[in-house]
């Protein structure tokens, strides 16, 4: 029905598009290290030497663990099997809230105990206003 | 039917469409902003600064929609030689750039406020600035190849090169840890975790701005047809 150079070129994109999805997949795996923007405490945990460069924490603000004082945060960044304590001195962003999302980027002391230099807030995917979380029923 | 394209034709039609699509370009965006500035509600979280996500998720959306066209175009001119697309293709990008930029300074606004930084090498920002280096090859490739048929083949091939990270872009929050949040809206199962009083605003921005990039391709589109026919080419 087409051409033989219709289905040349068909083949040629056939052929290109594997090449280059193949090449990205293969690279995307091989870094995968960096790819990811921060580890989860668990993570941190399983890590087998702790390397004095500076990485990134994610996870949870656990709940009553923030304590201030005077210009020193301390709270614990838990994904609910591993917990790991932050200090850091400095403003905090303004969605920074026990029991919200936080990335704290700074240095590993031990596996337990993280001095943060940047605290960054990681909000969810969830809007709604401030009604309806009242409705819900949740703080 | 693959092969040839009569630009006069197209043009009768095109050439009178931007002023109605201007006139529902101006309600849609009107309306829109008005949903989005003073009708809808503020985040419980996030308070005003949501607002920001009702220019910031349309024109990221926006910009991966016409990648995604410009891809399937130039798979139709580089494989059965259509002129039209790749010219349909050609008239379509400059939008689908000027929002990806918009969808990245907007994010850095939004950025600033929430998560406490302009810029974070994540997965998604990274794949989004992707995004807008393959549409700067793409615009400069059309402008740099003087040969007719060098250009087609060479633009069809940057888009069709590009396209492996539009999947990227998508994915990127549930493959890896990234600042950036996940996506609110299932594509799939179409489940939201925006309220619906948030939605509309979300919605009829889209709109504003799907329509506002019909009315830059078609102003772009007819001038290509122009230009043929001031070379005296009733068909490619």
């Given amino acids: 029905m087409y051409g033989k150079k219709v289905k040349l070129r068909f083949l040629f994109l056939v052929l290109l598009l594997a090449t280059v999805i193949l090449t990205v997949f293969l690279i995307l795996q091989s870094l995968k290290e960096n790819v990811i923007y921060f580890q989860s405490p668990s993570e941190i945990n399983s890590l087998i030497e702790i390397e004095s460069k500076k990485i990134r924490v994610g996870g949870m603000v656990k709940e009553k663990s923030v304590v201030i004082n ?70 | 039917m693959f092969r040839y394209f009569e630009p006069n034709k197209i043009f009768a039609i095109t050439s009178k469409a931007p002023k109605y699509v201007l006139f529902l370009f101006i309600v849609v965006l009107t309306i829109g902003l008005i949903e989005a500035l003073i009708l809808s509600p503020e985040d419980y979280k996030q308070s005003d600064s949501v607002r920001i996500m009702y220019v910031h998720v349309p024109a990221a959306w926006i910009s991966l929609g016409i990648f995604s066209s410009l891809t399937l175009l130039s798979i139709g001119s580089f494989i059965f030689k259509n002129k039209n697309f790749a010219l349909i293709a050609k008239s379509l990008a400059p939008s689908g750039f000027v929002f ?137």
């Fill in chain 2, 100 to 236: 990806n930029i918009v969808a990245l300074v907007t994010g850095s606004i939004w950025g600033k406020p929430t998560w406490g930084t302009w810029w974070a090498w994540d997965a998604r920002i990274t794949s989004m600035l992707v995004l807008a280096l393959f549409y700067g090859m793409y615009l400069l490739a059309w402008r740099i190849y003087e040969d007719k048929e060098e250009v087609v083949k060479i633009t069809s091939i940057i888009a069709i090169i590009g396209v492996v990270n539009v999947p990227v872009i998508k994915y990127s929050v549930d493959w890896w840890n990234t600042l950036h949040q996940p996506a609110s809206i299932n594509i799939i199962t179409t489940n939201t975790a925006i309220h619906s009083s948030m939605l509309i605003p979300l919605g009829l921005m889209t709109a504003a701005f799907a329509l506002f990039s019909l009315l830059i391709f078609l102003m772009k589109y007819n001038t290509e047809l122009i230009k043929l026919k001031n070379k005296g080419l009733d068909r490619l």
């Fill in chain 1, 70 to 139: 005077s210009n020193e945060v301390n709270f614990i960044i838990t994904d609910f099997k591993n917990e790991i304590n932050v200090t850091y001195s400095g403003a905090v962003p303004n969605l920074f809230a026990e029991g919200k999302g936080v990335v704290a980027e700074g240095f590993l002391k031990d596996k337990n105990y993280f001095s943060a230099t940047k605290i960054l807030a990681k909000h969810d995917e969830n809007y709604m206003p401030p009604e309806v979380k009242e409705a819900l029923g949740v703080k």
